[in-house]
Antibody, heavy 120, light 107 residues
């Protein structure tokens, strides 16, 4: 079945960068779009942006413009999300998900999540 | 940005109860509305897409309805595995915002 497997937990210092990976399997990754969503402790879900795998086109939420870069490697069916200039407010679980776009758009399935902790 | 407002924020219910969660968009979004179930420590799970379409494998006790700006998720007879947090999400236009969540707890 379609599956997204993310990289493991990260501990970063303020000001550093983090790069989270998301490896897809069992579907044609190169024709798809991958989105990233995060959940800070005690908070709801926040959409960060998405990337179209075959051409690298991206759309980022305004909140993350200039600080996030999403990329893909179609040779390994892997998507990446790099977030720079981390602060404690970036402590969150980061999820990737496949974007399904037919007449409407939804996210399914989701990766298992990657906990990023920002602390000095 | 389109704001999504869910109510209630939390809800206590018993096994077998019928439960309704509402979601209101700050502007009309046609049927560009999805519902997700999220349990602690797990990946969010798609329940309903395009307002009323049940995702494959999701039990038929889950039902989505609505269009325009007002939507509902109904669980017809709560089961133990349904206790979780539920989120609506609009996919009408970016940023693809979520509601704040409704935490469903056992009474």
């Amino acid at each position: 079945q379609v599956q997204l497997v993310q990289s493991g937990a990260e501990l970063k210092k303020p000001g550093a960068s983090v790069k989270v990976s998301c490896k897809a399997s069992s579907y044609p990754f190169s024709t798809s779009r991958i989105t990233w969503v995060r959940q800070a402790p005690g908070q709801g879900l926040e959409w960060m942006g998405w990337i179209t795998a075959y051409n690298g086109d991206t759309s980022y939420a305004q909140n993350f413009q200039g600080r996030v870069t999403m990329t893909t490697d179609t040779s390994t069916n892997t998507a990446y999300m790099e977030l720079r200039r981390l602060t404690s407010d970036d402590t969150a679980v980061y999820y990737c998900a496949r974007v399904v776009s037919e007449s409407y758009t939804w996210f399914d399935p989701w990766g298992q999540g990657t906990l990023v902790t920002v602390s000095s | 940005d389109i704001q999504m407002t869910q109510s209630p924020s939390s809800l206590s219910a018993s096994i077998g109860d019928r439960v309704t969660i509402t979601c209101r968009a700050s502007q009309t979004i046609s049927s560009y509305l999805n519902w997700y179930q999220h349990k602690a420590g797990q990946a969010p799970k798609l329940l309903i897409y395009a307002a009323s379409n049940l995702q494959s494998g999701v039990p038929s006790r889950f039902r989505g309805s609505g269009s325009g700006a007002d939507f509902t998720l109904t669980i017809s007879s709560l089961q133990p595995e349904d206790f979780a947090t539920y989120y609506c999400q609009q996919s009408y236009s970016g940023p693809y915002t979520f509601g704040q969540g409704t935490k469903l707890e056992i009474k």
